[in-house]
């Protein structure tokens, strides 16, 4: 029981961090514009897949509700719920959210930097790549697909 309370407590904490006041830019995304209403919607490719994920960010006082989907153009799209905070102490966005497959739901972290909204991922599957910030949504498929096709045609 010591060790719930314990991370209840860490996570009360890690939920108190204001998040306004990050860099100019995309950053201004996770900007706060009053709670209880939507700051918008952003998109996400989870690299090295074709998975778009598209979340409606929301502003909860505290803490950034993520409702969206995560599709593939012309193949699926499943819906997608959970949540953003700041780390103060690593200078990044935490936003962790579950992919609804059907039969089966696995839990993401990504780690988005606040000056780019680019980051990494990782899911309890063992998965993990870039995630790459498309912009804001919802986005057209077609748009998809040459963002992601700009992005692939690149250095490696």
């Known amino acids: 029981m010591k060790k719930v309370i314990v991370l209840l407590s860490v996570i009360a904490f890690m939920f108190a961090v204001p998040m306004t006041g990050v860099a100019a830019g ?3 995304a996770f900007e706060s514009s009053g709670t209880g209403s939507s700051i918008g919607v952003y998109c996400w490719q989870q690299a090295p897949y074709v998975d778009i994920i598209c979340v409606d960010l929301e502003d909860k006082g505290f803490v950034f509700e993520a409702t969206g989907t995560d599709h ?7 819906p997608v719920d959970g ?3 700041f780390d103060e102490y690593k200078g990044e966005y935490v936003l962790g959210f579950v992919q609804y497959y059907g ?3 696995p839990t993401n972290t990504a780690y988005i930097d606040p000056a780019t909204l680019d980051g990494v991922w990782f899911d309890d599957l063992g998965n993990s790549g870039d995630f790459l910030f498309l912009g804001p949504g919802p986005m057209a498929e077609g748009l998809v697909a040459s963002e992601i096709n700009r992005r692939d045609s690149g250095p490696k």
């Open 72 to 78: 593939v153009p012309d193949c699926y799209k499943y």
């Open 26 to 28: 995309p950053a201004k």
């Open 103 to 105: 039969d089966w739901a």
């Open 83 to 85: 949540s953003a905070v």
